[in-house]
């Protein structure tokens, strides 16, 4: 059997050694100038050298108002381009294809000062109430995406992720139970991303992805069927690639298993017919390559299992019966 696994994948101009991408994880280790430091640099460059096909760099927020937390990386000011060039450059040494997940955190930031969201409407009991965005504040939160994916393509990064999902401020606008705006922007609630989309490509020409919320899991919220109408939606307008996670946009209690949210990628794939990402519990290389041979993911996100593992590519490879090159400096012992 030739592993699917560590197949090459070509989007656009970009050609990828094999289908494992590096999920984007928040390790809130950035300093409140969101700028790259020597942490960021071991612990992407150190999946880079594990032969992660793409590196995804975590949720990196358009505005300073947009982070999780005063501690994400940055990416609304240019003097965070040098070390993000830095980060590209470590990844790119190992032949890895590298990405960065550009977000703002809309109702679900932690950050001190107002927060904003599409209405007035918090996160759960403990969160802030964040204030409902003017049109002003639309257009410029539009202009902070296009200016982050500018500052993606100075930094080298090879494709880019806009984080829609997870209950932060595009899939705020995009589900009922978080958008309740009687302008155009809660009459046709995929509007927002409909914009940054547009406004991204602007400037960026790149393989292009989105993360996505694929059901709300509550019953008056979105559900995958909404998500297939979205995705032709994202799919008329070029997007290359749906990364199809679920939930959080409201507290609720989901049932977690191995490739719990794998038949979101797989629907999504064959009714939007567009090329989709697979994630969340998704461990081991049979698993991986089960998913890919019977097409119903395009490519595996793998997160926390490269915390425990940064060579899971090679384990995954083990598992399957595989060998893949490795770094060449590791060869003698790989
Ligand atoms: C520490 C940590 C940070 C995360 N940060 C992000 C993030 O920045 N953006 C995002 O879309 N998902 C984030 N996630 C979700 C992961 O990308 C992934 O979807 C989730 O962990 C399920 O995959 P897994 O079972 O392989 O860990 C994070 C998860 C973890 C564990």
């Given at each position: 059997?030739?592993?699917?696994?560590?197949?090459?994948?070509?989007?656009?101009?970009?050609?990828?050694?094999?289908?494992?991408?590096?999920s984007p994880m928040c390790m809130y280790s950035a300093e409140a100038d969101g700028k790259v430091?020597?942490?960021?640099?071991?612990?992407?460059?150190?999946?880079?050298?594990?032969?992660?096909?793409?590196?995804?760099?975590?949720?990196?927020?358009?505005?300073?108002?947009?982070?999780?937390?005063?501690?994400d990386l940055g990416i609304w000011s240019d003097e965070q381009i040098p070390g993000l060039r830095?980060?590209?450059?470590?990844?790119?040494?190992?032949?890895?294809?590298?990405?960065?997940?550009?977000?703002?955190?809309?109702?679900?930031?932690?950050?001190?000062?107002?927060?904003?969201?599409?209405?007035?409407?918090?996160?759960?009991?403990?969160?802030?109430?964040?204030?409902?965005?003017?049109?002003?504040?639309?257009?410029?939160?539009?202009?902070?995406?296009?200016?982050?994916?500018?500052?993606?393509?100075?930094?080298?990064?090879?494709?880019?992720?806009?984080?829609?999902?997870?209950?932060?401020?595009?899939?705020?606008?995009?589900?009922?139970?978080?958008?309740?705006?009687?302008?155009?922007?809660?009459?046709?609630?995929?509007?927002?991303?409909?914009?940054?989309?547009?406004?991204?490509?602007?400037?960026?020409?790149?393989?292009?992805?989105?993360?996505?919320?694929?059901?709300?899991?509550?019953?008056?919220?979105?559900?995958?069927?909404?998500?297939?109408?979205?995705?032709?939606?994202?799919?008329?307008?070029?997007?290359?690639?749906?990364?199809?996670?679920?939930?959080?946009?409201?507290?609720?209690?989901?049932?977690?298993?191995?490739?719990?949210?794998?038949?979101?990628?797989?629907?999504?794939?064959?009714?939007?017919?567009?090329?989709?990402?697979?994630?969340?519990?998704?461990?081991?290389?049979?698993?991986?390559?089960?998913?890919?041979?019977?097409?119903?993911?395009?490519?595996?996100?793998?997160?926390?299992?490269?915390?425990?593992?940064?060579?899971?590519?090679?384990?995954?490879?083990?598992?399957?019966?595989?060998?893949?090159?490795?770094?060449?400096?590791?060869?003698?012992?790989?």
């Amino acid at each position: 059997m030739t592993a699917k696994l560590f197949e090459p994948y070509t989007i656009k101009n970009v050609t990828l050694k094999n289908r494992i991408v590096m999920s984007p994880m928040c390790m809130y280790s950035a300093e409140a100038d969101g700028k790259v430091n020597d942490f960021h640099l071991t612990h992407y460059i150190s999946r880079a050298a594990g032969q992660v096909g793409l590196i995804m760099v975590e949720a990196s927020g358009v505005t300073p108002q947009g982070r999780i937390s005063e501690n994400d990386l940055g990416i609304w000011s240019d003097e965070q381009i040098p070390g993000l060039r830095k980060l590209v450059d470590g990844i790119k040494q190992y032949g890895s294809k590298t990405s960065i997940q550009i977000a703002h955190a809309g109702r679900k930031s932690k950050v001190n000062g107002d927060i904003i969201a599409p209405s007035a409407i918090p996160f759960d009991e403990h969160s802030k109430t964040p204030k409902e965005m003017t049109k002003e504040e639309i257009k410029e939160t539009i202009q902070a995406f296009q200016d982050g994916a500018k500052r993606a393509l100075q930094a080298g990064f090879d494709t880019i992720e806009l984080h829609a999902a997870h209950g932060y401020l595009i899939n705020e606008f995009l589900s009922p139970l978080s958008n309740k705006r009687d302008d155009e922007y809660g009459q046709d609630q995929y509007l927002f991303l409909e914009e940054i989309i547009n406004a991204v490509k602007e400037v960026w020409d790149g393989p292009l992805f989105v993360r996505i919320s694929a059901t709300d899991h509550h019953k008056d919220g979105l559900t995958v069927e909404d998500y297939i109408e979205y995705s032709k939606k994202m799919k008329a307008q070029g997007i290359d690639l749906i990364d199809c996670s679920t939930g959080a946009l409201v507290n609720t209690s989901i049932n977690v298993y191995p490739g719990y949210q794998v038949p979101y990628a797989e629907k999504i794939r064959q009714e939007a017919d567009i090329p989709t990402g697979a994630v969340g519990l998704i461990t081991h290389g049979i698993q991986a390559e089960e998913i890919l041979q019977n097409e119903r993911a395009d490519l595996i996100f793998i997160a926390r299992e490269l915390l425990r593992d940064p060579y899971w590519p090679r384990t995954a490879a083990k598992q399957l019966g595989t060998k893949i090159e490795a770094p060449k400096q590791y060869s003698r012992g790989w």
